[in-house]
């Protein structure tokens, strides 16, 4: 199958993508990497009445250090964030998650913020972005503004963005932790998660707890290592609601956390 006709547009900056994508309409769409919004388009689940091809704009193609805080461009993709030097050393979750993302060939193609932008709930850069605390940037005719990740995602490939704005930028928080693990159940390697776990150690007592793929978005909350863990997780797991697919049950999924979260919270620690 393939797409329905579009207009395609290729603009020169920021200011004309934003302008294309105001004067296109609600059904405009956004491509950068490509990976999520080919799929879709050839099998019809979503229209576009254009597509603004943002791949090539320099100014989206940057990785800099911001504050205290990686701010990765909208057209950087996935290998190349996953190839940056001090990754492991200041992005430790980061550098254990995005291994489970897709395919190295699917890498070099899909974006960083394509990722956060499809707000899948099973996907690994959105559930990293979650747990570091993160912010995404958009701009529209308006100006910029920046969203906190858990207000950016509101919902199964959902999220707050208005029709004229788009995602320029991401920003991962540094240095949250020297240690940091990350599992996921998938049906086959690179398969989107059925669920996904990460943790980092935020201090001597505390460890922050990420869950994806069990809710409409991700989750994340705090582990408190003077208590019982497995208390703590059986309490997570009814917080999580009844998110079912045609791949799992809610009640499969709940039994995946209490199986992974131990585990998941002891490589952490160590």
């Given amino acids: 199958m393939k797409p329905r006709p579009f207009t395609y547009v290729r603009p020169h900056s920021v200011a004309e ?22 799929a879709m388009l050839n099998l019809r689940l979503v229209e576009a009445s254009a597509i603004i091809d943002i791949s090539r704009l320099t100014e989206l193609s940057n990785m800099r250090v911001v504050g205290n805080a990686l701010e990765v461009g909208a057209a950087v993709t996935q290998n190349r964030l996953l190839t940056w030097p001090d990754l492991a050393k200041r992005l430790p979750l980061l550098a254990v998650a995005l291994p489970n993302v897709g395919h190295f060939q699917t890498r070099n193609r899909g974006t960083v913020c394509g990722s956060i932008a499809h707000a899948d709930p099973s996907s690994e850069i959105p559930l990293s972005l979650a747990m570091l605390g993160g912010e995404v940037v958009l701009a529209s005719p308006r100006g910029t503004r ?22 320029i930028a991401g920003r991962f928080p540094l240095d949250k932790s020297r240690t940091a693990a990350f599992r996921e159940v998938s049906r086959r390697q690179g398969d989107f998660a059925i669920v996904a776990i990460g943790a980092y150690l935020k201090d001597a007592d505390t460890i922050c707890l990420g869950i994806g793929g069990a809710a409409d978005r991700p989750f994340v909350t705090d582990i408190a290592l003077g208590k019982p863990v497995t208390d703590q997780i ?31 919270i002891e490589e952490a620690r160590a």
């Fill in 17 to 38: 993508a934003v302008a294309a994508l105001s004067r296109h309409g609600e059904s405009a769409r956004i491509l950068a990497g490509g990976q999520s919004l080919v």
């Fill in 146 to 167: 920046t969203l906190k990740a858990q207000e950016f995602q509101t919902g199964v490939l959902s999220t707050s963005r208005a029709p004229d704005e788009m995602i």
């Fill in 234 to 264: 059986e309490d997570i797991v009814w917080q999580l609601g009844g998110h079912e697919d045609i791949h799992a049950t809610p009640h499969m999924r709940r039994d995946l956390v209490r199986r992974l979260a131990p585990i998941v």
